[in-house]
């Protein structure tokens, strides 16, 4: 990918209106445009990412065995009056009327959509259990909001609800799900917990929020570094420097941090307003058992910039860097020069490996260097004059400070597909 064609412009200067290091960096470094407060255009290096994390959220709840579907953002009011949420979310959804003077509203969730679908498909014991998800866009009037890509009004959730015949059934999926979440954290750079959470406006039972440790968090958790019990601090009764309960060896500590996902037992809180029912292997009507299990995708990326960045800019994990390689051309680009960079570059594109080739000409090698940074791609490779005449190219890591020589003839050796 040549970053002369790439609708790419850096800024040296943090926007002003910004206070959140995620949106401060990512906007510096062009991933984001800001169009309003939580509202943002995804730009070529941040839909890259975007797509990398909902890759792997994708491959994850295929794994857990769910299906996924695309539900409407715009619901009509009446299937939210079902439930009593057109007045109970009234703050937080955006409502409106049409011009025939229908009244409609954007999903901040879909807990109502999904049951009505699953109307349509679930109608006996032997339909059960069911699950499925999709990648959607939320909104949400957030109020203020000033914490970057943590906080939309807009924004994408991968939510995924599951259907069972009891309790038991919705249990043992929930504990996959718990799972299958930690593994999406995991593969994107993210450490999780599964933290003790209230039910919120979803369920009266307690649910799990999975949280990441972050000082730009909301949450304050309560963690148990030794055996990872974690309780969201709004409802423990416990403190800081107490003996922790579930291992009894480690101490409870405090913990700043950011939520990234949150899954619920709902059991029949849905499916009742909707006779979501099925026969039971006597015939009798019984209501679906159901969870919901969500996801923030901007969140993560926001959490991923808040955790791995340094004064110069993004350090990202491997797995969702936009590319895995900045290629830098540096010098005065003479024919012989500019042939030796293309050659390099047209390797790696022949051997697969993702290549962010910074062929600008006319920009200097300080500039370059500052954008490979800002922009945070895990390795940079500079070919110039002097490795030229060496059949060498320069190799950095973003993370760390030694810069290698390597021959021509070695790359092969370490850029292995
Ligand atoms: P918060 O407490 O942070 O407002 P929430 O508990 O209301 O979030 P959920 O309804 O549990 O959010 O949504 C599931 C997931 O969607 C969250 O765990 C989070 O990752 C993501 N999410 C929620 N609200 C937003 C938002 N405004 N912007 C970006 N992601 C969000
Ligand atoms: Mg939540």
């Not at 996924?68 to 057109?86: F, K, N, Q, V, Y």
């Not at 009327?97 to 349509?120: F, N």
């Not at 022949?350 to 910074?358: I, Q, R, S």
């Amino acid at each position: 990918m040549l970053q002369s064609k790439l609708f790419l412009r850096t800024q040296n200067e943090s926007p002003k209106d910004e206070v959140a290091i995620n949106a401060q960096l990512l906007i510096r470094g062009n991933f984001i445009h800001k169009l309003m407060a939580g509202a943002y255009s995804y730009l070529p290096l941040g839909f890259r990412v975007r797509e990398k994390v909902i890759k792997i959220i994708r491959e994850e709840m295929n794994a857990l065995g769910a299906a996924e579907l695309l539900m409407p953002a715009l619901h009509p009011r009446s299937i939210w009056d079902m439930t009593g949420r057109w007045e109970g979310l009234s703050k937080i959804m955006y409502q409106f009327k049409d011009h025939s003077g229908r009244e409609l509203g954007l999903g901040p969730t879909h807990e109502e959509v999904v049951s009505l679908i699953a109307k349509s498909i679930i109608f006996s014991y032997n339909d059960l259990p069911l699950s499925v998800y999709q990648i959607q866009t939320k909104f949400r009037d957030e109020p203020r909001p000033k914490s970057g890509l943590l906080r939309g009004r807009e924004f994408t959730m991968k939510d995924l609800y599951s259907f069972h015949t009891d309790q038991d059934s919705l249990n043992e999926f929930y504990e996959e799900a718990k799972k299958a979440y930690h593994k999406v954290f995991s593969r994107c750079g993210l450490k999780s917990y599964a933290t003790e959470a209230s039910g919120g406006d979803f369920s009266k039972e307690i649910s799990h929020e999975f949280m990441v440790e972050s000082g730009a968090g909301e949450d304050m958790t309560m963690i148990c570094r030794l055996c990872g019990w974690a309780q969201n601090k709004s409802i423990s009764e416990f403190k800081a420097g107490g003996r922790c309960l579930k291992c009894s060896s480690g101490v409870l500590e405090e913990m700043k941090s950011i939520e990234v996902g949150n899954i619920f037992k709902l059991g029949a809180k849905y499916s009742e307003p909707f006779s979501l029912n099925y026969k039971d292997k006597k015939g009798e009507l019984r209501p679906v058992v159901m969870g919901c299990y969500g996801i923030g995708v901007e969140r993560i990326i926001g959490t991923v910039v808040e955790v791995y960045h340094d004064e110069k800019g993004i350090i990202w994990p491997e797995t969702i860097a936009p590319l895995s390689l900045h290629l830098l051309l540096i010098g005065e680009v003479k024919p012989p020069l500019k042939k030796f960079a293309t050659q390099v570059y047209n390797w790696f594109m022949k051997e697969g490996v993702e290549v962010l080739f910074d062929d600008r000409e006319n920009v200097s090698a300080g500039e370059k260097f500052v954008d490979a940074d800002l922009i945070g791609l895990p390795r940079r490779l500079v070919v110039s004059e002097k490795t030229m005449v060496q059949e060498s190219v320069e190799l950095k890591e973003r993370s760390k400070k030694e810069i290698k020589l390597i021959k021509l003839k070695e790359l092969s050796k370490i850029f292995k597909k």
